[in-house]
């Protein structure tokens, strides 16, 4: 039996291997025990029933507590050749009835409903009458009072077990580890404790970082600048705060979406649509944005404020990266930020032990952006892993950057704030210090003290943004009333007295998550043609991951391209060929095709059909600026994302139109002598022959140089 699992694993999902929880979980089901599945978010948990629901007679029935995602699953599906359907509310009642009709039929192996549905007893008396021998209780936390999402309809599950002619198997899948969770789910779902699965919760693909005493804003923005053709989520702690961002990013032309709980259903749902759909790019929410996401192509979150605790970062943080591609999780920290989640926590919360509840789980949230151990780690011990090993590439373990010692700079602030008399904010202690006239400071007498205009070389925004290091670092308390009042903590008196230095970290420079190459842009131009003709959102189509194994290996024929993890038969059937036309329009082609865009002064334009389409005939003027700029090949191949080949191709065009003469950089005359020999001696222009007449260091592009320059020696001599 597991090697039929294999194979449906193979035919239709086009992957060679499960993962290790997956072939557990399923093999407890061939071996007819019910069985409880939890594993991290991205870790596989559809494939656990998808295909013993293949395997098994019948109908298997999923439950699903979110709507939203059911179309999804099922388009999926259906994308890969599986007969799948759904009921909920979002159905017209003939659209039900209809449904229903096939389902008696037979016509498919899977159906996903909403727990909702199990109150009804007309849909019960329905599936008394269908062979069901598998139930599938997906999100099943939802069932236990103690989970985050309490869903009272799945408690109904048991009793409708109970109901059906025949006893099915069942299987619950969960990301929620915790022990009453755990036990509620096996005691209502009658799944023997030890039949649990439970892998473990890291997810390596996934890369974190906290950014401190650095600019919010202008990180972000290089960030953006650099990925903006990648898909991304922003989490803010207030719609206020969405609502600013979005303003900010759209009035600067990113493609943003947004979404919050302001905003009215219809709304947020466009919003959310354009996202999945990657018409745009960028998504900025609070919390309430991503409780039934599938979308795998994620490749970045962050958290542009402190989230209020560490269950909520990793659910979020883990909406990155599903696909198993390298995603990034950034944490963007300002100490100002702990204050919107105490005011939070005190406004909405009035029982007394939950607000102590609440308050400690933000302080481990506080904690994690302080601690100087490998973040992964951190997270893995808070949620009960014991045995963990360090990431290797989080910001902790990969932190390479230089410290420089600011302790002269901080005992100056730090003593102006001692003889201010610890009664202000940052901003009036920014001015003491650069010597401002303001009235208010004036007024207070502020002026005559020593330390006044003490730094008077620096702009008051720069101090602002030093003691807003300092307080990140804890050299500086802030209380917590309506105007936020800074205090010397007890570290920052070491400062003061010469027992403690003070290093503050260069700033870190923002990266790009994910090298693309052309091809790679051009193909997800199509997925997304592909997608919207399919009205299903492209990553049902291809994840990114296959897009990229294809636009790495560049299939050519049925066999290759079935050799692509993701590709099943079905998908093989459906889009092989389009593709592989595709695909070879483009290595014949490359030239033509390749994105002319130059990343400094284009227009954020997100509109990838169109930058594909658009004619590249100056393309190479674009690396010409670059070459005269003094970057090497290399660094304009990696600045314009194009490869090394393309761009000495750009060159060379150059060279004909007659726009470079120079070409002494890359041919010394002696070389240029040799190659003229080795042409003479071939007796034509047939590149491999003459490489092979010539030393090793004589390379391809050398000999096209030369060949070139010929040409042109013959015209003008013509
Ligand atoms: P979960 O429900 O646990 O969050 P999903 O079921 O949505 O995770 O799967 C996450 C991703 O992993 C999907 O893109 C899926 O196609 C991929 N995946 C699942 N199983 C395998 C496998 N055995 N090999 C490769 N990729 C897999
Ligand atoms: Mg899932
Ligand atoms: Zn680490």
């Not at 905003?263 to 991503?290: C, P, Y």
């Not at 800074?486 to 010469?498: C, D, I, P, T």
């Not at 997100?606 to 590249?616: A, C, F, L, M, Q």
């Given at each position: ?7 449906i694993?193979?035919e ?9 929880g997956?072939e557990d979980?399923?093999?407890h089901?061939?071996?007819g025990e ?5 594993m ?18 019948g109908?298997t ?17 259906t ?7 759904f ?9 039900v009835?209809?449904r ?9 192996k ?12 007309y849909?019960m008396?329905i599936?008394?009458?269908v ?6 209780v997906?999100?099943?936390h ?5 989970g985050?999402?309490?869903r009272p ?8 077990i109970n109901?059906?002619?025949e ?12 022990p009453?969770v ?10 023997p ?15 974190f970082?906290?950014i401190?005493?650095?600019?919010k804003?202008k990180f972000?923005?290089?960030?953006l ?9 922003i ?6 705060e ?26 947020r ?5 354009a996202f999945i759909?990657d018409d745009v ?7 309430a ?5 599938d ?5 970045y979150v962050?958290?542009y404020q402190l989230?209020?605790?560490m269950?909520?970062y ?7 990266g599903?696909?198993g591609?390298p995603?990034?999780?950034i944490?963007l920290?300002s100490?100002q930020?702990?204050?919107?989640q ?12 939950k607000q102590?509840q ?8 506080i904690?994690?952006c ?9 997270i ?5 892993e ?8 989080c910001?902790?373990?990969t ?9 002269v700079d ?14 202000f904010?940052?901003t009036?202690?920014a001015?003491?210090l ?29 101090i602002?943004d ?7 670092e804890q050299?500086?308390?802030?209380s ?5 009042i800074l205090?010397?903590?007890?570290r920052?008196?070491?400062v003061?007295?010469g027992?403690?230095t ?5 700033q870190?420079?923002?990266v790009k998550?994910?090298?693309n190459?052309?091809l790679?842009e051009?193909?997800?131009s199509i997925?997304?043609?592909l997608?919207?003709a399919?009205?299903v ?16 290996t560049m ?7 079935r050799e692509i ?17 595709h695909i070879?329009?483009?290595?014949t082609?490359?030239h033509e095709?390749?994105i002319g865009e130059?990343?400094?002064t ?10 594909v389409?658009k004619s ?7 690396t010409?600026d670059?070459?005269?700029s003094g970057l ?5 191949a990696k600045?314009r ?6 761009v000495?191709?750009?060159l060379?065009?150059?060279g ?5 003469v120079?070409w ?7 070389e ?10 071939v ?8 490489k ?23 015209k003008?001599?013509?």
């Amino acid at each position: 039996m597991m090697n039929q699992a294999r194979s449906i694993l193979k035919e239709y999902f086009g992957y060679d291997h499960f993962r290790k929880g997956q072939e557990d979980i399923i093999q407890h089901l061939l071996n007819g025990e019910n069985v409880v599945g939890i594993m991290p978010t991205g870790g596989g948990k559809s494939i656990c029933y998808q295909v013993p629901a293949m395997l098994f007679p019948g109908l298997t029935v999923v439950i699903s507590p979110l709507i939203s995602l059911m179309k999804d699953q099922v388009d999926a599906l259906t994308e890969v050749g599986i007969p799948a359907t759904f009921i909920n509310s979002t159905l017209h009642h003939e659209e039900v009835q209809e449904r229903v009709y096939d389902i008696k039929n037979g016509h498919y192996k899977l159906l996903y409903i909403a727990p909702e549905r199990l109150e009804a007893d007309y849909f019960m008396d329905i599936l008394k009458e269908v062979t069901i021998s598998f139930i599938a209780v997906d999100e099943a936390h939802c069932i236990s009072q103690w989970g985050h999402d309490f869903r009272p309809s799945y408690a109904k599950i048991g009793y409708m077990i109970n109901k059906l002619s025949e006893t099915p198997l069942v299987a619950a899948l969960t990301a929620t580890a915790t022990p009453k969770v755990h036990e509620d789910i096996c005691h209502l779902l009658h799944i023997p404790w030890e039949n649990t699965v439970k892998t473990g919760f890291s997810r390596e693909n996934l890369s974190f970082s906290i950014i401190k005493g650095q600019d919010k804003g202008k990180f972000l923005e290089s960030f953006l600048k650099k990925n903006k053709d990648e898909s991304g989520i922003i989490y803010a702690a207030t719609r206020q705060e969405v609502e600013k961002l979005y303003d900010r990013l759209s009035k600067k032309g990113y493609s943003v979406s947004k979404y919050h709980g302001g905003m009215s259903d219809l709304q947020r749902e466009a919003e959310q649509q354009a996202f999945i759909k990657d018409d745009v790019s960028i998504m900025i929410a609070t919390n309430a944005f991503g409780m039934g996401i599938d979308k795998s192509n994620i490749r970045y979150v962050i958290h542009y404020q402190l989230p209020k605790n560490m269950e909520g970062y990793y659910q979020e943080a883990g909406r990155a990266g599903r696909d198993g591609l390298p995603s990034k999780c950034i944490l963007l920290y300002s100490a100002q930020d702990i204050r919107i989640q105490r005011f939070l926590i005190d406004q909405t919360i009035n029982d007394p032990d939950k607000q102590k509840q609440d308050i400690d789980k933000l302080q481990s949230m506080i904690n994690f952006c302080h601690t100087e151990d490998c973040l992964q780690e951190y997270i893995l011990h808070y949620f009960g892993e014991e045995h963990t090993e360090k990431c290797g590439q989080c910001s902790n373990c990969t932190d390479e950057r230089s410290v420089i010692n600011v302790t002269v700079d901080a005992q100056k602030v730090l003593s102006c704030m001692i003889r201010m008399g610890e009664r202000f904010g940052k901003t009036m202690i920014a001015q003491v210090l650069t010597g401002s006239k303001n009235k208010k400071l004036i007024d207070f007498h502020l002026d005559r003290i020593k330390t006044y205009g003490l730094m008077k070389e620096r702009s008051a925004k720069e101090i602002s943004d030093f003691i807003e290091f300092l307080i990140s670092e804890q050299y500086i308390d802030v209380s917590s009333g309506s105007m936020p009042i800074l205090k010397v903590s007890n570290r920052g008196k070491e400062v003061l007295l010469g027992k403690e230095t003070v290093e503050r970290k260069e700033q870190v420079v923002t990266v790009k998550v994910s090298e693309n190459n052309a091809l790679f842009e051009y193909l997800r131009s199509i997925r997304k043609q592909l997608a919207e003709a399919e009205n299903v959102p492209p990553f049902v189509v291809f994840s990114d991951q296959t897009l990229r194994s294809i636009s790495l290996t560049m299939p050519v024929t049925h066999e290759e391209f079935r050799e692509i993890k993701g590709i099943g038969d079905h998908k093989l059937q459906k889009y092989g060929d389009i593709m592989i036309e595709h695909i070879i329009k483009f290595k014949t082609n490359q030239h033509e095709l390749s994105i002319g865009e130059d990343s400094n002064t284009a227009e954020l334009d997100t509109n990838r059909e169109k930058r594909v389409k658009k004619s590249v005939e100056n393309s190479h003027l674009l690396t010409l600026d670059l070459w005269k700029s003094g970057l090497t090949i290399k660094e304009i191949a990696k600045e314009r994302e194009l490869n090394v080949q393309t761009v000495e191709n750009h060159l060379l065009r150059c060279g004909e139109e007659e726009l470079i003469v120079d070409w002494s950089t890359f041919l010394k005359p002696e070389e240029q002598a040799m190659i003229s020999d080795a042409i003479q001696k071939v007796g034509s222009d047939k590149l491999k022959p003459i490489k092979e007449e010539l030393p090793d260091e004589i390379s391809y592009f050398m000999i096209k140089v030369a060949i070139m320059l010929e040409k042109r020696k013959q015209k003008i001599l013509h």
